[in-house]
C-alpha cells in the first residue's frame, strides 16, 4: 500500500503509523518503507528522518534504516533538488530492490511518499512511478482545510490517470475546532470512489495507538 498525499504537511506519517498500528493489532506482520525523505537528520550512523524511523518503530520487525528509508536527504526541500544538491540520481531500480528485500519479511507492506503525488523524483520521474513500479494500491491522506476538496479531486483523478488504484483515504483535520470539517469529509465522502478509512481529528500527541482508534483498516485487507 502506498501513502499520499493531497500536499506536504498533512499527515502522511501520522496516518500511515497509525494504520500499521492497527494492522499489527489484527496479528498481520507489517512492514514499511520512505524511499526518499527530506529534512534529514545528520547522526553518528548517517543522516535519519523522523518519519522514517516512526514507520520504521510500527513495523513488526525492525527494518535496516537503508532499506527502510534508501534515499535520506539533508535539506528539507523537494527531494530531487536535495539529490541535485548532493550529487545524487535517484534511482528507481534501488528503490525497488530494497523494497523486495523488506517485502519478504512482511504480510502487509505500508510504502509513504513524500509530498504530493507529482513531487518530482529527476527530470523523467516522479512520486507517482514508485506505487505505479511496486504495484501498490493507494491510500490517499486528506489534510482538512480550506481547498483540501480541489485537492483531493484532483489527487484522486491523477491516481487513476496513471494507473494505480485508489482503495480508501483517510480525512486528517489539520486544525482542532475545524467549522468547515464535517461538510467537508462530506463532499469527499460523495465524490471519492473509495472508501473512507477514518477521521483523524487534530491531537497533540498523535501516537499511532491513539491514530488507529480513528482507523478502519479492513478494505485493505479484503482485496
Not at 525492525?62 to 530531487?80: D, M, R, S
Amino acid at each position: 500500500m502506498f501513502i499520499a498525499g493531497t500536499d506536504t504537511e498533512v499527515g502522511k506519517t501520522v496516518v500511515a503509523a497509525g494504520l500499521m498500528h492497527a494492522l499489527r493489532a489484527r496479528g498481520v506482520r507489517v512492514g514499511a518503507m520512505k524511499p526518499v525523505a527530506a529534512g534529514c537528520e545528520r547522526t553518528e550512523q548517517g543522516f535519519r528522518n523522523p518519519d522514517a524511523r516512526t514507520l520504521g518503530a510500527q513495523c513488526t520487525e525492525a527494518p535496516p534504516y537503508e532499506l527502510l528509508n534508501p534515499y535520506a536527504l539533508e535539506p528539507p526541500i523537494a527531494p530531487h533538488l536535495a539529490a541535485q544538491a548532493r550529487g545524487l540520481r535517484l534511482s528507481l531500480t534501488l528503490i525497488q530492490q530494497a523494497y523486495a528485500a523488506l517485502r519478504s519479511e512482511a504480510d502487509f507492506m505500508v510504502v509513504e511518499g513524500a509530498g504530493g503525488w507529482r513531487v518530482p523524483l529527476d527530470g523523467h520521474y516522479d512520486m507517482a512511478d514508485i506505487p505505479r513500479l511496486l504495484g501498490l494500491p493507494v491510500v490517499l491522506v486528506v489534510g482538512v482545510r480550506l481547498g483540501c476538496i480541489s485537492h483531493a479531486l484532483l489527487s484522486a483523478e491523477a491516481i487513476a490517470a496513471d494507473g494505480c488504484r485508489l482503495v480508501g483515504w483517510v480525512a486528517n483535520v489539520l486544525e482542532p475546532g475545524e467549522a468547515g470539517a464535517p461538510a467537508q469529509i462530506d463532499t469527499l465522502r460523495r465524490r471519492l470512489v473509495a472508501p473512507l478509512l477514518g477521521v483523524v481529528e487534530r491531537l497533540t500527541t498523535p501516537a499511532p495507538a491513539l491514530v488507529a482508534q480513528a482507523l478502519d483498516p479492513t478494505p485493505l485487507l479484503s482485496g
